[in-house]
Nanobody, 129 residues
Framework: MVALEESGGGLVQAGGSLKLSCTAS???????????MGWFRHIPGKQRGWVSCISWSGKFTNYADSVKDRFTIARDNDLNKLYLQMNSLKFEDTAVYYCAAAPSNGADCEITERRYDYWGQGTQVTVSS
């Protein structure tokens, strides 16, 4: 069992920054580095969409085009934490952000939502224009 909890959301002006965190609680014998991790977001009026992912080791990352060069994903396997540094925020980044865990299948990370087995409750990010 993997329980995920996001934090760090809030209200920020356009052009500002926020850092989201996701803390994983795992039941033995599961380990945080057994999982590829991802961030998704649900923009009002749209389906939930993939934002970024990171491999189990942290060595491979991937980003949606809409956030590339503005967002940075990272993880700390010793602390069971996942992060999303969001810079140059835009109004259209307003969404509920979710972290999710998918069983690792190798050196890369998952971009397909259905591969993720565990989800957090989400944290609201609101960017004012």
């Amino acid at each position: 069992m993997v329980a995920l909890e996001e934090s760090g959301g809030g209200l920020v002006q356009a052009g500002g920054s926020l850092k989201l965190s996701c803390t994983a609680s795992l039941t033995s014998p599961m380990n945080f580095d057994d999982y590829s991790m991802g961030w998704f977001r649900h923009i009002p009026g749209k389906q939930r969409g993939w934002v970024s992912c990171i491999s189990w080791s942290g060595k491979f990352t991937n980003y949606a085009d809409s956030v590339k060069d503005r967002f940075t994903i990272a993880r700390d396997n010793d602390l069971n934490k996942l992060y999303l540094q969001m810079n140059s925020l835009k109004f259209e980044d307003t969404a509920v952000y979710y972290c999710a865990a998918a069983p690792s299948n190798g050196a890369d990370c998952e971009i397909t939502e259905r591969r993720y087995d565990y989800w957090g409750q989400g944290t609201q990010v609101t960017v004012s224009s």
